[in-house]
T-cell receptor, first 110, second 116 residues
């Protein structure tokens, strides 16, 4: 399975934008890029996913590099509730399971 | 609507005891997954069901771990003769589809198992 590399931790102030990077240099053509986050003492929750084009939803935006070797999850205005571990996951079209790494722990300060 | 529920939320077992962890997926969801999360780590895949069929159990760490989903809805993860290294949070997730990389998984709150 293709691997992802994320920074261990990042910090942000409330109401500022946050850009969470993910490197996936060995991505294959059939890998989708998924992001999940895990709030303290909760199970992970889906954030967003994409294949080649940038994606937007109510939670976040996903910017995918043209060569697909990296992507960035964008939280447009961080809130205290966004403090969580964010996981970038590659998921092959034929794979149902999720393979998590260690993710990026995002701290948000008031 | 109701999300994925798991019970018990916390379980303390003495080493050597058997435990059973229950997962109630979202109604109508075809796929069900079990993950194990050690402290400070990301979740690790254990096993996967499509309806009642267990299609992938490659992540089960030993033959002490057994999962079932007999009627294609509720699932039980059983751990026999628990050991201290089994201490972890056990997460259940479900999704409405299968066989595609776009279906999102909905996770339950997890069961925290502590083996003493």
């Amino acid at each position: 399975d293709a691997k992802t590399t994320q920074p261990n931790s990042m910090e942000s102030n409330e109401e500022e934008p946050v850009h969470l990077p993910c490197n996936h240099s060995t991505i294959s053509g059939t890998d989708y890029i998924h992001w999940y986050r895990q709030l303290p003492s909760q199970g992970p929750e889906y954030v967003i996913h994409g294949l080649t084009s940038n994606v937007n939803n109510r939670m976040a935006s996903l910017a995918i590099a043209e060569d697909r070797k990296s992507s960035t999850l964008i939280l447009h205005r961080a809130t205290l509730r966004d403090a969580a571990v964010y996981y970038c996951i590659l998921r092959d079209v034929g794979t149902d399971k999720l393979i998590f790494g260690t993710g990026t722990r995002l701290q948000v300060f008031p | 609507g109701a999300g994925v529920s798991q019970s018990p939320r916390y379980k303390v077992a003495k080493r050597g005891q058997d435990v059973a962890l229950r997962c109630d997926p979202i109604s109508g969801h075809v796929s069900l997954f079990w993950y194990q999360q050690a402290l400070g780590q990301g979740p690790e895949f254990l096993t996967y069901f499509q309806n009642e069929a267990q299609l992938d159990k490659s992540g089960l760490p030993s033959d002490r771990f057994f999962a079932e989903r007999p009627e294609g809805s509720v699932s039980t993860l059983k751990i026999q003769r628990t050991q201290q290294e089994d201490s972890a949070v056990y997460l259940c997730a479900s999704s409405w589809g299968s066989g595609g990389a776009t279906y999102e998984q909905y996770f339950g709150p997890g069961t925290r198992l502590t083996v003493t």
